[in-house]
């Protein structure tokens, strides 16, 4: 029975006991050796293949073999306890040239890349993971640019900071994959982390702030849009969200918020605090405060292209915000005096893509 050391341990140590199946192509015929999934399933493919992506699978095959070891039809098999079918087939494919990778399990996939030390194939899916843009989650570009300035000239660091920050790991596990691929140091990943954190709780201030004062809203809107109108009797399936502070107001000076509208500004800050682009406040929660704002024969009134100023206003405070800190990150003291903190207001107007309120925010 052939196995794998990895760190001082026996990766593969016993067969399935069960009739194994065979796996679809392209691993359904020829090749030198059979690696059998957890599930049972077959996968013939080639030695050379394994040796040049693995370090663990080129010290295995030219060590000589029990003679235990099992076979089926005169090929070895490599038993992958560890590893689950559907995991097994989009590695091997990541390791099998022209052939389409699949995207399934790819969180999973870089675990075994990281256990059986397949660098490249690593690499590889982690690239693909961040490209599906349904499954990526979108990280404001001066994040970016702020993990572009640390890692200049770091390639493999720069892909892991990426990473990170569009999928912080959920546990120490899976933390400890990211460090283990040697892609990025525990100190710089550490800190990559703890940025994403800050930039979380910076934009979530901006959303939910502290005694409800959001000094970042302008005064006229207070003044002139319905949503503020704390006449309930003008308002139709349209509850009343509380009072809170707006602007530079005097503190006994408070406007009435309709429920609506909450809804859609803290909502915001829930996703910004563990996604941190302000782009988030025109996705679906806008879509969703339009629908609400509707029924309101009072908030109804220019809705549209109101909200949408206001979400520009919003996404503004956000901006600044961020791109100070963005800055702050690898200058610690500062910008100099007189001196923009971060990415200019020409790139936040030309960047975004706005979709369907684009020409309302910029009106």
Known sequence: MATIQHDSNTVATSLLSSTPTNSPAPFDAG????????????????????SMASEPFTTMFIMPQPAESDERGGLSVV???????????????????????????????????????????????????????????????????????????????????????????????????????????QGDLDNVLKYHKKCGEEALLVGSPNYGHYKWVPEKYTDNYGWFDDD??????C??????YFHE???????????????????????????????????ERFDAALELGSRCAVCKRDLKTRLARFAGVYAGELYRVLTESAHTQNN????????????????????????????????
């Open 31 to 50: 090749g030198d050796v059979i690696l059998r999934s957890k599930d049972n399933v077959d996968f013939r493919t080639f030695k050379a293949l394994l």
């Open 79 to 185: 038993p992958m306890e560890a590893v689950e079918s559907g995991v097994l087939r989009e590695l091997l494919l990541f390791c099998h040239p022209g052939e389409r990778c699949e995207t399934s399990h790819l969180q999973e996939v870089l675990q075994v890349a990281e256990m059986f030390e397949f660098w490249e194939v690593a690499r590889r899916v982690m690239k693909e993971r961040l490209r599906i843009p349904h499954v990526a989650p979108r990280v404001a570009p001066y994040m970016l640019k702020a993990a572009e300035d640390k890692f200049r000239g770091d390639e493999d660091g720069m892909l892991a900071a990426e990473y990170v920050m569009k999928f912080p790991p959920k546990n120490d596990a899976e933390r400890d994959i990211v460090i283990g691929l040697h892609m990025i140091s």
């Open 232 to 237: 309930h009797g003008s308002h139709t399936n």
């Open 239 to 244: 509850d009343r969200g509380g009072n809170h």
């Open 249 to 283: 107001a005097d503190k006994n000076d408070k406007f009435m918020t309709r429920r609506w509208w909450l809804a859609y500004v803290l909502g915001v800050a829930d996703e910004l605090e563990s996604n941190p682009d302000p782009s988030i406040v025109v996705g």
């Open 332 to 363: 610690p003291d500062g910008p100099p005096r007189g001196e923009d903190p971060g990415v200019t207001s020409a790139w936040f107007q030309e960047s975004w893509t706005w979709g369907h309120v684009a020409s309302d925010v910029r009106k």
